[in-house]
T-cell receptor, first 109, second 112 residues
Framework: QQPVQSPQAVILREGEDAVINCSSS?????VHWYRQKHGEAPVFLMI?????EQKGHEKISASFNEKKQQSSLYLTASQLSYSGTYFC??????????FGPGTRLSVLP | DGGITQSPKYLFRKEGQNVTLSCEQN?????MYWYRQDPGQGLRLIYY???????QKGDIAEGYSVSREKKESFPLTVTSAQKNPTAFYLC???????????FGDGTRLSIL
């Protein structure tokens, strides 16, 4: 079953912060985060493992709450280059991996 | 440099025609995947393969076929049975279950 992402879209000014949420109704082994720029392929950002620590990638970090079956992606002091669609992917074990519908992020100057 | 190569970048299909999209990887990955992406939408899994000569249907396999004769190659055929093939097709690979996926640059398929 596809995870739920919120919000569907967000518009920021450069330097502002944003949070993107991903939740699943099924138990999670891990959560992956990807970013896709318009017309391009998705690019892997980070993976959050069950029992693992919060991960970070430049000014982008993420957390994983196993009990709530959800993950959040934090974008701090956003840059123009952060614009794109962010997808979470949820791993439920046994080749049961599903991408979320995506959150479209636009960073304006 | 290692990576995934998809070709062609753009493809046009006539009514009743089968077309084949190429996907080659030199990352030595065991698993390969095909996704379909419609405008403004997420990625839907068509087929995946965990090992040579074996593949499984994804969520939207109807109208598509694949083969995995070599570890490096996972071509996708869009058959005439797929009535609405216009989409962006992405090929991906990884080392196995739960590992990050690496994507090719995609093929845009349109109907003439």
């Amino acid at each position: 079953q596809q995870p739920v992402q919120s919000p569907q879209a967000v518009i920021l000014r450069e330097g502002e912060d944003a949070v993107i949420n991903c939740s699943s109704s099924k138990a999670l082994y891990s959560v992956h985060w990807y970013r896709q720029k318009h017309g391009e392929a998705p690019v892997f950002l980070m993976i959050l493992l069950k029992g693992g620590e919060q991960k970070g990638h430049e000014k982008i970090s993420a957390s994983f709450n196993e009990k709530k079956q959800q993950s959040s992606l934090y974008l701090t002091a956003s840059q123009l280059s952060y614009s794109g669609t962010y997808f979470c992917g949820t791993d439920h074990g046994g080749q049961n991996f599903v991408f979320g519908p995506g959150t479209r992020l636009s960073v304006l100057p | 440099d290692g990576g995934i190569t998809q070709s062609p970048k753009y493809l046009f299909r006539k009514e009743g025609q089968n077309v084949t999209l190429s996907c080659e990887q030199n990352l030595n990955h065991d698993a390969m995947y095909w996704y379909r992406q419609d405008p403004g939408q997420g990625l839907r899994l068509i087929y995946y393969s965990q090992i040579v000569n074996d593949f499984q249907k994804g969520d939207i396999a109807e109208g598509y076929s694949v083969s995995r004769e070599k570890k490096e190659s996972f071509p996708l055929t869009v058959t005439s049975a797929q009535k609405n093939p216009t989409a962006f097709y992405l090929c991906a690979s990884n080392r196995g279950e739960g590992q990050p996926q690496h994507f090719g640059d995609g093929t845009r398929l349109s109907i003439l």
